[in-house]
T-cell receptor, first 114, second 112 residues
């Protein structure tokens, strides 16, 4: 596709359930990021994939959060045993120009934990 | 770690006026400073960026200035238009150079 695609666009779940969020980056982009945006807040870095290197997981808030990137393309962010404080917009971005430059963001997944 | 402060949180201007948004950062090793515009229901979009070896950069009605000594940078929008209304985020590269630290955003409203 022409841009970064995220699915689902909205996800409502019950506290304690697991959720999976998907990101399809721009074809050929080697860098992929996950960020979290809480209401009225800036973007919070979660995890970063660059090519075949080990991912930078330094932003993950707890061990309930994990992410993988298969075949250097599609990425899945998994949140286990969701909590109400996990409610936020989860944004994926990809880039071809170095680690953190010229990020192209998707429209995000709005996660609501009831 | 890196911390980025952004002001003001909201800004209202009349169409045709200029708008200025300011950010400060804490890590003197930061070397890349982008600005993103986020419209309702969409992801942020890069509008301009600057590196630490440059003091100013312009792109049509948008300009960014950087003061490395004071560790602050600013976004200037001239001749504002209603379509400039959005949330603007500044960011700075972190010490490891592997991710961006974002400010909390400025909601710009341009009234006609």
């Amino acid at each position: 596709g022409a841009g970064v695609s995220q699915s689902p666009s909205n996800k409502v779940t019950e506290k304690g359930k697991d959720v999976e969020l998907r990101c399809d980056p721009i074809s050929g982009h080697t860098a992929l990021y996950w960020y979290r945006q809480s209401l009225g807040q800036g973007l919070e870095f979660l995890i970063y994939f660059q090519g075949n290197s080990a991912p930078d997981k330094s932003g993950l808030p707890s061990d309930r959060f994990s992410a993988e990137r298969t075949g250097g393309s599609v990425s899945t962010l998994t949140i286990q045993r969701t909590q109400q404080e996990d409610s936020a917009v989860y944004l994926c971005a990809s880039s071809s120009q170095g680690a953190h430059e010229k990020l192209f963001f998707g429209s995000g997944t709005q996660l609501s934990v009831l | 770690g890196e911390n980025v402060e952004q002001h003001p949180s909201t800004l209202s201007v009349q169409e045709g006026d200029s708008a200025v948004i300011k950010c400060t950062y804490s890590d003197s090793a930061s070397n890349y400073f982008p600005w993103y515009k986020q419209e309702l229901g969409k992801g942020p979009q890069l509008i301009i960026d600057i590196r630490s070896n440059v003091g100013e950069k312009k792109d049509q009605r948008i300009a960014v200035t950087l003061n490395k000594t004071a560790k602050h940078f600013s976004l200037h929008i001239t001749e504002t238009q209603p379509e400039d209304s959005a949330v603007y985020f500044c960011a700075a590269s972190n010490q490891a150079g592997t991710a961006l630290i974002f400010g909390k955003g400025t909601t710009l409203s341009v009234s006609s």
